[in-house]
């Protein structure tokens, strides 16, 4: 009964390349995020979708894509892969609260990303 | 700009030992608080939040935390740890107007035997 699942864990791919993670919550929850972890642990939220509509999109180049297919569903999706794409990304959930907050936010277990 | 400060980044403490782990933010207004935990190559995991009334704030496995407004601060104490607590500890804080949530840069905490 997870609550946050993301695939794959671990990505291990070649610069240059295409990838997706997927995310996936049964909290049902209406809003999702996606965080990057570098590799000094620094988490830094990158997007967030409030029932498939984008709320936040931070500073990230544009070949980071987040798609919501629905609102329990967010993947992300990176074109042509740099080397200072590796680190963790960590998806999560919550739910809205009251106008334009939010409750807590309960995190995935992560998907290592490493880029060669 | 909003920010969470956490001026500790490296801890070292014996077992039953007391801790207190400091945690900051910049923002004025409103702000519900977190306290989140990552165990070694696991996902953050919720300790306690604090979205209003009793600033005194107790969380899983014997933590709690103290929000003073007066100085914007949300530190996180134990009475007595345990080797088992060794990981990395994270502040957050986001407005209550906001989906935004910033995390503080950590603070690895290692509980030697």
């Known amino acids: 009964d997870t609550a946050v699942s993301q695939t794959p864990k671990y990505l291990v791919t070649q610069m240059g390349n295409d990838k997706s993670i997927k995310c996936e919550q049964n909290l049902g929850h209406d809003t999702m995020y996606w965080y990057k972890q570098d590799s000094k642990k620094f988490l830094k939220i990158m997007f967030s979708?409030?029932?498939?509509?984008?709320?936040i999109n931070e500073t990230v180049p544009n070949r980071f894509s987040p798609k919501s297919p629905d609102k329990a569903h967010l993947n992300l999706h990176i074109n042509s892969l740099e080397l200072g794409d590796s680190a963790v990304y960590f998806c999560?959930?919550?739910?809205?609260?009251?106008?334009?907050?939010?409750?807590?936010?309960?995190f995935g277990p992560g998907t290592r990303l490493t880029v060669l | 700009a909003q920010s969470v400060s956490q001026h500790n980044h490296h801890v070292i403490l014996s077992e039953a030992a007391s801790l207190e782990l400091g945690c900051n933010y910049s923002?004025?207004?409103?702000?519900?608080l977190f306290w989140y935990v990552q165990y070694p190559g696991q996902h953050l995991q919720l300790l306690l939040k604090y979205f209003s009334g009793d600033p005194l704030v107790k969380g899983i496995k014997g933590f709690e935390a103290e929000f003073i407004k007066s100085k914007f601060s949300f530190n996180l104490r134990k009475p007595s740890v345990q080797w088992s607590d060794t990981a990395e500890y994270f502040c957050a804080v986001n407005r209550k107007s906001s989906y935004k949530l910033i995390f503080g840069s950590g603070t690895r905490l290692l509980v030697r035997p």
């Open positions: 979708y409030n029932n498939k509509e984008l709320i």
């Open positions: 923002y004025g207004g409103t702000v519900n």
């Open positions: 999560a959930s919550s739910q809205k609260q009251g106008r334009g907050s939010t409750d807590t936010q309960y």
